[in-house]
């Protein structure tokens, strides 16, 4: 079966950086994204990474290890706007083809 | 590019009715995906399309069927509804490069079962 796991919430300062972790236990793993959703609207891509590493995109990065099933979103510099919810997905391909599992998502509140 | 539209955006239906749920695909996206969020969780995987055929499917009853069209806009049907189906149902498409764009999803629709 596939089993994510991330933490519940989070909470964390204007203009600090924040981590949030994910890990996975999946079988046919094809790159892992996270997402960003706001409160009634829709998750919004923030990164997919395949291969081990950092990937960095402006104020956001995110980590993955494969072999430790391990995942990171790093957040810097944060704003007030980036209170949302965070989605870990796993893109799984069973040989009929691609498909996303979620963990639970991680609730963000950025305080002043 | 208009993005993936769902509609309608609510929808309150009584335990037992059936449901038709629409979803229109961002333009040159041949794959769509369907799931079901419940407050506070995650999206769960339904079930997905390419090219008008389903492949792939998660733990969901057959009562959840859906149907790509030619033009990949997409529907999703739940018969025999039931009050554990309250929920954010969202549609997700994506194209050849989804590895450097993601999968796109639409607002949802949200489906209240009474």
């Known amino acids: 079966g596939q089993n994510i796991d991330q933490p519940t919430e989070m909470t964390a300062t204007e203009g600090a950086i924040v981590q949030i972790n994910c890990t996975y236990q999946?079988?046919?793993?094809?790159?892992l994204f996270w997402y960003q959703q706001h409160a009634g609207e829709a998750p919004t891509f923030l990164s997919y990474?395949?291969?081990?590493g950092l990937e960095e995109k402006g104020r956001f990065s995110s980590f993955l290890s494969r072999s430790k099933g391990y995942s990171y979103l790093l957040l810097k510099e944060l704003q007030m706007k980036d209170s949302a919810s965070y989605l870990c997905a796993v893109n799984v391909n069973n040989n009929a083809g691609n498909m996303l599992t979620f963990g639970g998502g991680t609730r963000l509140m950025v305080k002043p | 590019e208009t993005g993936v539209t769902q509609s309608p955006t609510h929808l309150i239906k009584t335990r037992g009715q059936q449901v038709t749920l629409r979803c229109s695909s961002q333009s040159g996206h041949n794959t769509v995906s369907w799931y079901q969020q419940a407050l506070g969780q995650g999206p769960q995987f339904i079930f997905q399309y390419y090219r008008e055929e389903e492949n792939g499917r998660g733990n969901f009853p057959p009562r959840f069927s859906g149907l790509q069209f030619p033009n990949y806009s997409s529907e999703l049907n739940v018969n025999a509804l039931e009050l554990d189906d309250s929920a954010l149902y969202l549609c997700?498409?994506?194209?050849?490069?989804?590895?450097?764009?993601?999968?796109?999803f639409g607002s949802g629709t949200r489906l209240t079962v009474v």
């Open positions: 990474n395949v291969l081990d």
């Open positions: 997700a498409s994506s194209g050849e490069e989804w590895f450097n764009y993601g999968y796109t």
């Open positions: 999946t079988s046919g793993f094809n790159g």
